[in-house]
Structures are given as structure tokens and as C-alpha cells.
């Protein structure tokens, strides 16, 4: 799963988190990770909590009878070192009726760990203008 560029690895994401089947989302984050959203704050130290957590976010999805997500406009990518990046983007979430259900900013902290780009701080929030 080695991608090149911090940029590439969003999309990819985005079309594993499609299939809502938490084993081919887990390889997108590095561990331990840090997942932050208004509501809070949690850190994912290992991988049964990653898969709990991502449980969690799968049947919220469900829930609203997602189908597939989008991305609205550019990312936003700067690099802040050699083998970390941000990339900043807003996802739009679609129901299997095509009707947009979720829209929000997001702010990813990816590394470089050697086998790819990973996200290490995944942060949901308002859309940055």
C-alpha cells in the first residue's frame, strides 16, 4: 500500500472507507494515532482499539444509510517535514438515495513510516474557508 505522495493517500482512503469494512481502512493509519473532533478526543494505541473505533465509525455510517463519499474541492497539502505532512480537505457524505447526509472539514497528520504514507492525527471539524 506504499503511496508516493501524502496527496494520493486521501483518495485511496476514501474508497477503502467505501467499502465500511474496517480490515481495508486499518493499513491508511499509523499507530498509535489520535482521532479528534469537537466531541473530543481519543487515542488509538493498538490495533483492537482501531478496529473498535472504526467499528464505531462504520455503523454511524450505516446508520445513515451511506453509500460513498466525496471530495469537495482542492486538498491542501503542505509538507512539514521530510516524512510528515497536512492534508486539509471537506468530505461530503452521500446516502444510497444520492442525498448528501455529512459535510465537514477534516486535517490529517500523515508520516512517512518507510512503507508509505499514514495517518498518525485524524481530526474532523467546521469547513475551513
Known amino acids: 500500500m506504499k503511496r508516493d505522495e501524502p496527496k494520493d493517500v486521501i483518495p485511496a482512503y476514501v474508497g477503502?472507507?467505501?467499502?465500511?469494512?474496517?480490515?481495508?481502512i486499518l493499513p491508511f493509519y499509523g499507530l498509535p494515532?489520535?482521532?479528534?473532533?469537537?466531541?473530543?478526543?481519543?487515542?488509538?494505541?493498538?490495533?483492537?482499539?482501531?478496529?473498535?473505533?472504526?467499528?464505531?465509525?462504520?455503523?454511524?455510517a450505516r446508520s445513515q444509510n451511506y453509500r460513498r463519499t466525496q471530495i469537495a474541492g482542492d486538498l491542501d497539502v503542505r509538507p512539514l517535514?521530510?516524512?510528515?505532512?497536512?492534508?486539509?480537505g471537506v468530505y461530503v457524505r452521500f446516502d444510497?438515495?444520492?442525498?448528501?447526509?455529512?459535510?465537514?472539514?477534516?486535517?490529517?497528520?500523515?508520516?512517512?513510516?518507510?512503507?508509505?504514507?499514514k495517518i498518525i492525527v485524524a481530526m474532523a471539524h467546521d469547513e475551513v474557508s
Open 33 to 60: 494515532c489520535l482521532f479528534i473532533s469537537p466531541a473530543g478526543a481519543t487515542a488509538v494505541s493498538d490495533i483492537d482499539s482501531a478496529r473498535a473505533l472504526l467499528s464505531l465509525l462504520i455503523e454511524q
Open 96 to 117: 444510497a438515495n444520492d442525498r448528501e447526509i455529512l459535510r465537514f472539514g477534516f486535517t490529517y497528520l500523515l508520516r512517512d513510516d518507510g512503507n508509505g504514507w
Open 16 to 24: 477503502a472507507f467505501q467499502t465500511l469494512d474496517t480490515e481495508m
Open 81 to 88: 517535514a521530510a516524512n510528515l505532512a497536512s492534508v486539509t
